[in-house]
């Protein structure tokens, strides 16, 4: 058998339709689907066993509750025939040619781990590891921390023969651990970044998204590290991966919106917490791979400038970036999209970097060297995205740096080189990843009007906005993005599927 998908369930409720739908729809020939059912007391465990009657490739494990999906995850590990293992979420969805390109990338390969694209919804998915197919990735240089949760294709003798699983229980950071121990053990990891193969959906209420018990919490990152320590020497190679989880897990979660709500008793724990932490393991060293936006938070937080860092924090709440079209014109046959993206503040203020530095807008006592947007390169993109399922495509793009900060860029969409666009409506997003601030916005502002040509058709939307629509064309029988197939309501998942 070619692939085990292992999916812990745990009262999922209608919400697992979507999933079980995209798993059975699979072009691959040989595959079997493990739903490892963690407790489900809402009427989910008997619909799984309902799919187990109708489809032979499915299989059903019952456990008592666990409080985590380590367990269930390794129960599906300990069931599964496959050479190798996908881990698929309860509420996530698959393009239905995701484990026929992962598998066959896996092979070419003879790769260890395939990552396959993901698109978000309702969650942040990291680009720049997804720009395009890579054959042999590299952890660092390719951004591959970006995405540490287990939505990817592992070799099942692999994880046997290094003793690769899951801390079980209502642990956090399991996935980080598990995937972690799974890079630096591997021997190839192959990236599929032309096809979306799992749509990574956010649920509310879910586990991962509650706030985390301070103590708990920091325990579990300095596991993470303590990996890291078994596998990389002291040094700027291990302060590059200490960075990761300093700017992501401590530095960021200050900003978010979830911890600034958070009762004032938390917030405190949670930076106590932090300020042992940074003083233990993240040495000054990992500062020098910090952008200047984290590196401003780290010295606060170094000197214990509580008032100073939440001030900042605050003061960057809700901030965007502001994308505006500045035209529309035919090159050819290809289409250019002119426009303009800067970082703002809530109330639209741009974000003010006089002679190459970040001044912020509140009082912070930090190094003036911290405030440095250094020589880390800023990237302007401007992404196509699918309006039915939010695949998205990046564009040829040419850019430029304004003196107030501001970036400017003329993007192509041309069929030419993406000969097997779909037919479907697309939208455009500008992402600008600078400074420690990464952010997307949708294009505004399209008043003039450009005729169709070719396969393309702009328009203006509603509000005022530059939408493309991609008339159809004849298309190869395995093509980068098969159009999205959306299930009506009470369709029956074993018998005949129904396009909306």
Same mark, same amino acid.
């Given at each position: 058998?070619?692939?085990?998908?292992?999916?812990?369930?745990?009262?999922?409720?209608?919400?697992?339709?979507?999933?079980?739908?995209?798993?059975?729809?699979?072009?691959?020939?040989?595959?079997?689907?493990?739903?490892?059912?963690?407790?489900?007391?809402?009427?989910?465990?008997?619909?799984?066993?309902?799919?187990?009657?109708?489809?032979?490739?499915?299989?059903?494990?019952?456990?008592?509750?666990?409080?985590?999906?380590?367990?269930?995850?390794?129960?599906?590990?300990?069931?599964?025939?496959?050479?190798?293992?996908?881990?698929?979420?309860?509420?996530?969805?698959?393009?239905?040619?995701?484990?026929?390109?992962?598998?066959?990338?896996?092979?070419?390969?003879?790769?260890?781990?395939?990552?396959?694209?993901?698109?978000?919804?309702?969650?942040?998915?990291?680009?720049?590891?997804?720009?395009?197919?890579?054959?042999?990735?590299?952890?660092?240089?390719?951004?591959?921390?970006?995405?540490?949760?287990?939505?990817?294709?592992?070799?099942?003798?692999?994880?046997?023969?290094?003793?690769?699983?899951?801390?079980?229980?209502?642990?956090?950071?399991?996935?980080?651990?598990?995937?972690?121990?799974?890079?630096?053990?591997?021997?190839?990891?192959?990236?599929?970044?032309?096809?979306?193969?799992?749509?990574?959906?956010?649920?509310?209420?879910?586990?991962?998204?509650?706030?985390?018990?301070? %103590?708990?919490?920091?325990?579990? /990152?300095?596991? *993470? +590290? =303590?990996? !890291?320590?078994?596998?990389?020497?002291?040094?700027? $190679? @291990?302060?590059?991966?200490?960075?990761?989880?300093?700017?992501?897990?401590?530095?960021?979660?200050?900003?978010?919106?979830?911890?600034?709500?958070?009762?004032?008793?938390?917030?405190?724990?949670?930076?106590?917490?932090?300020?042992?932490?940074?003083?233990?393991?993240?040495?000054?060293?990992?500062?020098?791979?910090?952008?200047?936006?984290?590196?401003?938070?780290?010295?606060?937080?170094?000197?214990?400038?509580?008032?100073?860092?939440?001030?900042?924090?605050? %003061?960057?709440?809700?901030?965007? /970036?502001?994308? *505006? +079209? =500045?035209? !529309?014109?035919?090159?050819?046959?290809?289409?250019? $999209? @002119?426009?303009?993206?800067?970082?703002?503040?809530?109330?639209?203020?741009?974000?003010?970097?006089?002679?190459?530095?970040?001044?912020?807008?509140?009082?912070?006592?930090?190094?003036?060297?911290?405030?440095?947007?250094?020589?880390?390169?800023?990237?302007?993109?401007?992404?196509?995205?699918?309006?039915?399922?939010?695949?998205?495509?990046?564009?040829?793009?040419?850019?430029?740096?304004?003196?107030?900060?501001?970036?400017?860029?003329?993007?192509?969409?041309?069929?030419?080189?993406?000969?097997? /666009?779909?037919?479907?409506?697309?939208?455009?997003?500008?992402?600008?990843?600078?400074?420690?601030?990464?952010?997307?916005?949708?294009?505004?502002?399209?008043?003039?009007?450009?005729?169709?040509?070719?396969?393309?058709?702009?328009?203006?939307?509603?509000?005022?906005?530059?939408?493309?629509?991609?008339?159809?064309?004849?298309?190869?029988?395995?093509?980068?993005?098969?159009?999205?197939?959306?299930?009506?309501?009470?369709?029956?998942?074993?018998?005949?599927?129904?396009?909306?």
């Amino acid at each position: 058998m070619k692939v085990s998908v292992i999916i812990p369930v745990y009262n999922t409720g209608e919400d697992i339709s979507r999933c079980a739908e995209s798993v059975l729809a699979q072009t691959m020939d040989d595959y079997e689907v493990i739903f490892v059912d963690d407790g489900s007391s809402d009427g989910t465990e008997k619909r799984l066993d309902e799919l187990a009657t109708e489809h032979d490739r499915i299989q059903v494990i019952h456990l008592p509750p666990s409080g985590g999906p380590g367990g269930p995850r390794n129960a599906g590990i300990d069931a599964a025939r496959g050479d190798y293992v996908y881990f698929l979420d309860d509420d996530d969805w698959l393009g239905e040619e995701a484990l026929e390109r992962m598998h066959a990338m896996a092979l070419r390969n003879d790769a260890d781990i395939v990552i396959g694209k993901m698109v978000g919804h309702g969650r942040r998915v990291p680009r720049l590891m997804f720009r395009t197919d890579r054959d042999r990735a590299d952890v660092l240089e390719d951004n591959l921390l970006g995405i540490l949760t287990p939505h990817k294709l592992f070799r099942r003798s692999f994880l046997a023969r290094h003793g690769i699983r899951f801390p079980e229980g209502p642990v956090r950071l399991e996935d980080h651990r598990f995937v972690l121990r799974a890079y630096f053990h591997a021997g190839t990891i192959s990236v599929v970044g032309d096809y979306p193969c799992c749509h990574w959906v956010k649920r509310p209420g879910s586990y991962s998204r509650a706030l985390p018990e301070p %103590a708990h919490y920091h325990a579990m /990152l300095r596991e *993470v +590290l =303590d990996i !890291v320590d078994e596998h990389v020497p002291p040094g700027p $190679v @291990r302060d590059r991966y200490y960075a990761h989880w300093y700017r992501g897990k401590l530095l960021k979660r200050f900003g978010e919106n979830g911890f600034l709500d958070a009762p004032a008793d938390y917030r405190r724990a949670y930076y106590d917490e932090a300020v042992r932490l940074t003083g233990e393991r993240f040495g000054a060293g990992v500062d020098e791979w910090l952008p200047a936006r984290f590196r401003v938070r780290s010295e606060l937080l170094r000197a214990d400038r509580h008032d100073e860092l939440f001030d900042l924090v605050r %003061a960057e709440r809700d901030m965007r /970036l502001d994308a *505006v +079209l =500045d035209g !529309v014109r035919w090159r050819g046959d290809r289409l250019a $999209v @002119r426009f303009t993206a800067r970082f703002v503040y809530a109330d639209g203020e741009p974000l003010a970097f006089p002679d190459g530095r970040w001044d912020p807008r509140v009082p912070v006592g930090a190094r003036p060297e911290a405030f440095a947007l250094d020589d880390r390169p800023w990237r302007l993109d401007l992404y196509i995205r699918r309006r039915g399922d939010s695949a998205d495509l990046p564009l040829a793009i040419s850019t430029e740096h304004l003196s107030d900060g501001a970036m400017t860029g003329e993007a192509l969409i041309d069929t030419r080189a993406l000969p097997w /666009l779909p037919d479907d409506v697309w939208d455009l997003f500008a992402r600008i990843d600078g400074g420690g601030w990464t952010y997307e916005r949708r294009l505004r502002g399209y008043a003039e009007q450009v005729p169709a040509r070719g396969r393309l058709e702009p328009y203006r939307t509603v509000n005022g906005n530059l939408s493309v629509r991609v008339h159809a064309a004849k298309a190869p029988s395995k093509s980068p993005f098969r159009r999205a197939v959306r299930w009506l309501p009470g369709a029956r998942l074993g018998g005949r599927r129904t396009r909306a």
